[in-house]
């Protein structure tokens, strides 16, 4: 066991974790933050898209231990004083999600692709997307969410 | 409807979104309970393969291993055979036990199961577990397993055949093919699909052996039927100390219909254990063990008339069971498939004959759309065929055999009555989306210049809401094909809606509420909806064709009814009036012609409950619960039209625009359905153009991840252009047909259609799907021009 300290949506967590054990499980079985989601085991989905240091990682491909003293967002973390993030707002607007599942992914995603662009064209959204995968929307919604985020950001 | 009518028809935002966009959703794999042991299965690595021995002595010793049990313990501990839903005569029903004994038939067929006291030990140890295996010969196809000399899979089953069956008047059929003018014959494959919702299965089984009581979390889309079938057939224990919760379900697509050897084993092994027994699908699991999809192989002929009347349609398909009978598999391709042979058009003779073969591959079930995608492919690639063959337009050679407006109720002659119908007039709008002229234009102009566009439609028709009960058990269904659902009026007038539909997507939390809250003239907020919970839904079939709207809302609305009826008679006595002189509307119950004489319905709601003054004789109590058995399916129909442009020099196709004009009857949440048929179309258009299950001669799986199994990405797709027609079907009481799965069964269809039409030119009359960038670039060269 080794000792690992991550700040994970602000707070600071201390634990003794297993070295091989993946950052996705130290946030859904560690430490309860069952937000983000694991849909393959190839790196494909991005059902598990966090924030590390600000970059959106597949939490699945990289040991907990790797985040040890760097910080990471999850979807529990979007939400600020109680306010939807405007990303958030957009997928339940624009009806950007049907299961849900890869929706947590697919909104931290969202979000890096709006921070990097924050005026993305339709092409450039759907080809950031290219690292989440999602099988009931067909897309057509979660790219008029994005505008729509984008839209709202660009606004306030 | 009522007159208070103002939400259903509203593209209300989902109530469900607010947990799913913070994380807050709970899916089976989120559900945490103290002592909680893991399990993780060991898996055949070999298609076929005698079992001769399993040590696991290696496995039992690593620290925190709880248990292995193979095949053998659990047959000792009572656990029998998998449950076959739908029966076909003569049919063949070899067992398939959840843990394969002494023969492995397929690449995942699972042999042994570790617990632990840790997913990661569990993975470890099952690693350790050393099983003796003597391969043997592997059949993967499905007309090989047939032939002579083909392995065999089992005793019950010789020639490999589970059932041959048939549909239609053959001898008609033969007479219009002998004076037709002109045949059309084609081979064609529907290859074989995996399904990937992108929540792998998962099941949670939680024994108390103080009270005898499961209560199992497992990822299906039908609670009761999954207890019923686990209680009864498998596990042997008695039905009402079973209780099973489906809670946040990351789509289905059908594949999470089906009773799996996982949860049975997980189930077992908690009640041998008395400790909760978690399993979560590894990606490659759900590759190797959903049920998948398709994998027909076809000879179809069309007899034509000179004028371009089809006459006669002869469709004969071996399909691929896979290794064992999934639940309900056998239905999928005769029943689902070969009455829906008609299409759209007035064809009058039509025989398809079906070959159901064991191969060692995953078995194959229900996949959205289930046996209507594979025969809308037939239908619309022939009526294409013979277009060409007869140099006649498609669409005029469809427009030509329609079945008219005014034909409606229409017998087809493969066995169902579609309720209504007006195909031209879908047609009509799509060709204005598309502005076909125009396009034909473009499209000359641009081969000129070495561009090949092409365009293709499928006038589809489809079934949804299988039914009604009695005439599905004739055919061979092991279960009744109602739903349920109970309205339960709180004593404050506060309303919760316990249906047996179970949403994994659909958003039923949202559709359903709306229908209520409409009915009873009550906000949304005042209407709770709970499924997937047998502990709290007294019954219900679940949700998979289509049927959530057609038989699961209308379900809800008949209670509504029954609520509304003795609210009347409650509100009348506390009135002074006549019963028939009390009318309800927007939340009032008041007395005709004097509007100010009435009882909120919440007045009426803490009447029945406190029951100081109720009329003589009544029960108290607001509560009701229907049973909705229709009277027969729902006939969604509509037109899709798929513009593809293919790259010559490498043989890429890229779809170019898609517009898709659907008739689903009356809607309910426009933004909801919307946005079904864009991800149905998705699936669709991914059969066609990128994704298929690729089993190698020795039965491995060579497309066993998402690294080589090509499902959609954003980048590959376009927004569907949609536009509706709306004839309400008056098979319900709400109008409503479904909506889930039209998109991927007309979808696939009118993409072939496209690239065979860009590939013109070249005179390729017809490809197999998929439509792989090395497939069309080698079909080009070959044909030299």
Not at chain 2, 291 to 315: C, W
Not at chain 2, 414 to 427: F, I, K, Q, R, T
Not at chain 2, 527 to 545: A, K, L, N, R
Request: glycine residues 10%.
């Amino acid at each position: 066991m080794t000792s690992v300290t991550i700040d994970v949506n602000g707070t600071s967590q201390t634990r003794q974790v297993e070295p091989r054990l993946l950052l996705v499980h130290f946030l859904r079985e560690t430490l309860g933050l069952t937000g983000t989601h694991v849909g393959c085991d190839t790196s494909q989905c991005g059902a598990c898209t966090v924030r590390l240091d600000g970059a959106a990682v597949k939490s699945c491909s990289l040991f907990a231990v790797q985040a040890d003293g760097r910080s990471v967002t999850t979807i529990e973390g979007l939400a600020k004083d109680g306010k939807l993030h405007p990303m958030q707002e957009g997928f339940w607007e624009k009806h950007g999600l049907q299961c849900g599942f890869c929706t947590p992914g697919m909104i931290i995603s969202a979000c890096e692709i709006l921070e990097r662009n924050p005026n993305p064209t339709e092409a450039e959204i759907r080809q950031g997307l290219e690292g989440n995968l999602c099988r009931c929307t067909g897309y057509a919604n979660i790219v008029k969410a994005v505008q729509h985020a984008a839209s709202n950001m660009a606004e306030r | 409807m009522a007159a208070t009518e103002r939400l259903f028809g509203s593209s209300i935002k989902r109530r469900e979104d607010p947990r799913l966009i913070t994380g807050k959703g709970v899916y089976v794999d989120d559900v945490k309970l103290p002592g909680t042991t893991y399990a993780s299965f060991v898996r055949s690595p070999h298609a076929h393969a005698r079992i001769n021995g399993i040590d696991s002595s290696a496995a039992r010793k690593l620290p925190g291993v709880v248990a292995v049990y193979t095949g053998k313990d659990l047959s000792a501990g009572g656990v029998k055979s998998l449950p076959v839903g739908w029966l076909l005569p003569n049919i063949k029903l070899p067992p398939h036990l959840p843990l394969a004994v002494d023969r492995a038939r397929y690449m995942g067929d699972a042999v042994a199961v570790v617990i632990a006291e840790s997913p990661y030990v569990a993975r470890d140890a099952a690693d350790l577990v050393e099983v003796d295996y003597e391969p043997l010969p592997v059949v993967t196809d499905a007309v090989r397993a047939t032939q002579a000399g083909a392995p065999k899979l089992h005793d019950e089953a010789p020639d490999n055949v589970s059932f041959r069956w048939s549909l239609g008047d053959k001898d008609k059929t033969d007479a219009a093919f002998r004076g037709a003018a002109r045949v059309v014959k084609e081979h064609l494959v529907n290859h074989r699909l995996i399904p990937n919702a992108i929540e792998p299965r998962a099941a949670l089984a939680s024994a108390n052996p103080a009270t005898g009581e499961i209560i199992l979390w497992v990822t299906t889309q039908n609670p009761h039927v999954h207890r019923l079938l686990m209680a009864a057939f498998v596990l042997g224990i008695p039905e009402h100390k079973l209780r099973v919760i489906s809670p946040d379900v990351g789509g289905g697509f059908g594949s999470k219909i089906f009773v799996y050897p996982e949860e049975c084993a997980v189930t077992w092994a908690s009640r041998t254990l008395g400790r909760p027994v978690k399993w979560t699908a590894e990606r490659r699991e759900s590759f190797m063990t959903d049920a998948h999809g398709r994998d027909h192989q076809t000879d179809a002929e069309m007899a034509l008339d000179a004028d371009g009347h089809i006459l006669a349609l002869r469709v004969k398909s071996t399909v691929n069971l896979g290794a064992y009978l999934s639940l309900f598999a056998p239905s999928v391709p005769t029943y689902l498939y070969g009455t829906l042979l008609a299409g759209a058009y007035t064809t009058p003779a039509i025989h398809v004959e079906v070959t159901g073969a064991f191969t060692n591959t995953t078995p194959v079930d229900a996949y959205r759309g289930a046996g209507r995608p594979e025969a809308c492919y037939v239908v619309e690639r022939m009526v294409d065929l013979a277009a060409k063959e007869l140099g006649v337009d498609p669409v005029e050679l469809r427009r030509r055999n329609f079945i008219g407006p005014d034909q409606f109720p229409y017998q087809t002659p493969v066995a169902v009555m579609y309720d209504s119908g007006n195909y031209a007039a879908a047609l009509d709008k799509a060709l204005e989306i598309l502005n076909y002229g125009a396009f034909r234009r473009e499209q000359d102009k641009l081969r000129q210049q070495g561009r090949y566009l092409g365009v293709g439609f499928s006038t589809y028709v489809e079934a949804c809401g299988l039914a009604p009960s009695q005439v599905a058990g004739a055919l061979g269904a092991q279960a009744g094909l109602y739903e349920s659902a109970t309205v339960r009026v709180h004593p404050t007038g506060k309303v919760t809606v316990f249906t047996g539909s179970h949403s994994h997507g659909q958003g039923h939390e949202t559709t359903f509420a709306q229908v209520a809250a409409d009915e009873l003239g009550l906000p949304m907020e005042d209407i709770e909806i709970v499924h997937g919970d047998t502990g709290q839904v007294p019954f219900g079939m679940g949700t998979y064709g289509s049927r959530s709207g057609p038989v699961g809302a209308a379900a809800v609305h008949m209670s509504l009814q029954k609520i509304k009826d003795k609210g009347k008679k409650i509100a009348a006595h506390l009135l002074e009036a006549s019963e028939n002189d009390v009318v309800y509307e927007g939340g009032k119950f008041s007395v005709k012609g004097s509007p100010n004489r009435f009882k909120t319905f919440g007045d009426v709601a803490l009447m029945a409950y406190l029951a100081h003054n109720l009329p003589k004789g009544l029960e108290p109590g607001l509560e009701a619960i229907s049973f909705f058995d229709p009277g027969n399916f729902v006939f969604p129909f509509g037109t899709h039209i798929a513009v593809v442009e293919v790259e010559r020099e490498t043989g890429k196709v890229k779809l170019v625009r898609y517009i898709a004009v659907d008739d689903l009857g009356r809607v309910i949440n426009p933004m909801i359905v919307d946005g079904m048929v864009q991800g149905g179309i998705v699936q669709g258009v991914a059969q066609a153009l990128w994704e298929e299950a690729i089993y190698d001669e020795n039965g491995q799986l060579v497309t066993g991840s998402m690294m080589n199994y090509a499902l959609p990405k954003a980048d590959d797709v376009v927004t569907a252009e949609l536009a509706r027609t709306e004839t309400p079907t008056p098979v319900n009481p709400l109008g409503v047909k479904g909506a889930g799965e039209t998109g991927t069964i007309a979808s696939t269809a009118a993409v072939a259609n496209a690239v065979l039409d860009a590939l013109g030119p070249f005179g390729i009359k017809h490809l197999d799907m998929p439509f792989t960038p090395g497939k069309v670039w080698e079909a080009i060269r070959s044909s030299g021009r």
